[in-house]
Structure formats: structure tokens, C-alpha cells
């Protein structure tokens, strides 16, 4: 097992290299970069505007080839001060040849320096640190309510398989697994967030403005008053796919031999159930555990921020895409994809404890 873990921790440095290789080459080449972005807000203003950002100092006067080759590099650049251009590619870090950039931003990650926003004037590493509680506070809640439901209510389908009780759950299953999450959530305040009928729950945030003045047991109430519209819609789309996932896990070994003549032997079934089928059906569902974390406590997160103006990395990894926030779109990328890596290989340690009989090192060696 210690080889196995030592070749997968060295297969995450190729990986996370090549992901952050491509994005980076994607991300040079899409159109509306920082320096573009900047460009159209001066456009927009007067020329004291320009003078501030120009600075003082603006170093050697320019050719007129040098003067039109900056010009025809970004979109709505005509017109403006070649030297302000120039300025402005300082500003950003795009005065330096793309390997450069691209070396300097990968040395700069191993030592975890994320540098600075561009448009925040905040460090990166302080808004991660900033966001973090409520992304945490989202996928920790809804990856345990989801497991917690699911795991128990797919031993139970599989057991009652074709039963009026699996009729009526996979009728709700279905239901979950048909409706987006985005679209829930908006159901959800509709309903009960004053959108239309009931008041019950806040809309905004993830704890009450007089929050500090609370005491434990209120501030805990809450926390989990502001929590339950968001993580109810995470919840309906999460346990829908992993309770057909457990259903048809469990109904798989329920079908198998080895139950057969567990059953034969006199066993109970409570103890051929939990004695010898959930250790060999609950490996498929523990595979899919990472892929399922990542996804809640990321991507799943995204709409749900937005839609409960809820500050997370979700929220803050949109904004820095649309405003081209380059130092916040690839520490975040960093971090997921690193994050995904590390969950994929907790995810094949996890398979040893369930079942001991799995051995990495010797299916590597065979």
C-alpha cells in the first residue's frame, strides 16, 4: 500500500501540471483579457482618468510600428496612448513573454503564493481564507445529509425491490433527479422565503447581521436557519443518483452466490445484509464519494451562491471568470483541481478500509 501511495502522490504533480498548462494556454488566448477590460472602462472616461492610470513616468517615447503593433493587439485600442498600453501590460505582468508568465505563475504555486487580485486589492490567499466558510459550510452539510440519506433509504429499495414502498421512492427519486437544483432553489424561496407566500426563512447570507450579539445556542440556530433553504437545494439533486447508485449496488450482490448460501447456512438476514453484502456493494458508492464532494462542494455550490447571495468560492470563482481576475480563476483552479486529486486518492484508501482484501500493491506488481 505505501509504494501504491507514493506512485499516485507522484502521479499529482504531472496531473496538475498539464490541467494548469492547458487553462493557462486556453485562458491567454480567449478574448477580453484585463488589459482589454481596463482599455474599455478608460475609453469611457476622461483624460484625467487616463493620466491616473498612465502614472507618471511612463518610460521612453515609442516608434510609431511599436505604437500600432500595441494598438492592433487589443480590441478598442485605437486611439489611445501607445505608452498608456504599454502602462497597462506592466500593470497586469503581460510585458513578459507568455513562457515567462507561465513558469513564473507555476513557481510562484509550489510555494503557494497566489499574489494579488487585480480588481479586489486583496491577496488571493485572503479571499480564499474569506470565502472558505461558507463553501464549507454548503458541501460539509449536504455531502453528510446526502449519504445520510441515501445510503440507508438505497439498502431499503433494494430489499423491498418492487414493493409499493420502492414504487413510491423511486417515484420521488425521479421526481429529485429530474429537477435542477438552480430551479428548486428558486422554488424554495418562492415558497418559503417571502417570494410569495411564507416568510420562514432569510434570503440573504449566511448568518443574521446581529450575529456577534447572539448567544451559542442562538447563534447556532442561526446558523442552520440561514443553511436550510440552500443545502435543501443541494440536497434534492445529490441523493437522487446515489440512492439508485446504492439500490443497484446492494441488489447486484443481494443476487449473488455467495448471499445464496449465506443464506442457506441459517444466517439471519440482517446478517447477510450488513455481515457480507454492504462491505462489496458500499465499494461503488465509496468510488463515487470524491467525484460526489468535489462536485457538491464546487460546481454544485456555484448557483446555489448566487441564487442566496451566499459569498463563496462558487461565487468568487464566477466573478473572477467573467471580470478576467487572472491571479483568482487560476489559484482557484489550483486549489479545485488539487483538492480532486487528493479526495481521488483518499477515495482508493478508503476502498482498503471497507475491504481489506484489496491489495493496490499487488494488482500494480501483477
Known amino acids: 500500500m505505501g509504494a501504491y501511495l507514493v506512485r499516485r502522490l507522484l502521479f499529482i504533480v504531472p496531473t496538475l501540471l498539464g490541467i494548469m498548462t492547458i487553462n493557462f494556454l486556453i485562458i491567454q488566448a480567449a478574448p477580453g483579457g484585463p488589459v482589454e ?59 513578459k513573454p507568455l513562457h515567462e508568465r507561465f513558469f513564473q505563475m507555476i513557481g510562484s504555486y509550489l510555494r503557494f ?139 447486484d450482490e443481494i443476487n449473488k452466490q455467495y448471499v445464496i448460501t449465506a443464506r442457506a447456512k441459517g444466517l439471519t438476514e440482517r446478517r447477510v445484509l450488513y455481515g457480507h453484502v454492504f462491505r462489496n456493494a458500499m465499494l461503488i458508492v465509496i468510488a463515487g464519494f470524491p467525484g460526489a464532494f468535489v462536485d457538491i462542494f464546487f460546481t454544485g455550490a456555484l448557483l446555489t451562491e448566487i441564487i442566496f447571495s451566499l459569498d463563496g468560492l462558487g461565487l468568487l470563482g464566477y466573478e473572477a471568470a467573467i471580470g478576467r481576475d487572472y491571479p483568482v480563476m487560476f489559484a482557484t483552479l489550483y486549489f479545485f483541481t488539487l483538492l480532486g486529486l487528493v479526495m481521488q486518492l483518499i477515495g482508493d484508501m478508503t476502498y482498503t478500509l471497507v475491504d481489506r482484501r484489496i491489495d493496490f500493491d499487488s494488482r500494480d506488481s501483477g
Open 113 to 251: 503564493d497566489f499574489g494579488e487580485s487585480f480588481y479586489r486589492d486583496q491577496s488571493v490567499v485572503d479571499l480564499v481564507r474569506e470565502k472558505m466558510p461558507v463553501s464549507i459550510s454548503l458541501g460539509l452539510w449536504t455531502t453528510l445529509l446526502v449519504y445520510c440519506i441515501s445510503i440507508p433509504l438505497g439498502i431499503a429499495k433494494a430489499v423491498r425491490d418492487g414493493s409499493r414502498f420502492d414504487v413510491w421512492t423511486s417515484s420521488i427519486i425521479i421526481i429529485g433527479y429530474a429537477i435542477p437544483s438552480f430551479l428548486f432553489a428558486i422554488l424554495l424561496i418562492v415558497v418559503f422565503a417571502g417570494g410569495h407566500y411564507l416568510d420562514w426563512f432569510p434570503l440573504r447570507g449566511l448568518t443574521s447581521t446581529n450575529w456577534d450579539e447572539m448567544g451559542t445556542f442562538e447563534q447556532i440556530l442561526d446558523y442552520f436557519w440561514h443553511l436550510a433553504l440552500p443545502v435543501t437545494a443541494m440536497l434534492i439533486s445529490g441523493f437522487a443518483g446515489l440512492t439508485l447508485l446504492t439500490k443497484n449496488s446492494f441488489l
Open 37 to 95: 477590460q481596463t482599455i474599455a472602462k478608460v475609453q469611457g472616461f476622461n483624460t484625467d482618468a487616463t493620466e491616473r492610470i498612465s502614472g507618471s513616468g511612463m518610460g521612453e517615447a515609442m516608434d510609431a510600428a511599436q505604437a500600432g503593433e500595441l494598438n492592433s493587439k487589443y480590441r478598442g485600442a485605437q486611439g489611445l496612448d501607445p505608452e498608456l498600453i504599454a502602462e497597462l501590460e506592466r500593470m497586469y505582468g503581460f510585458d
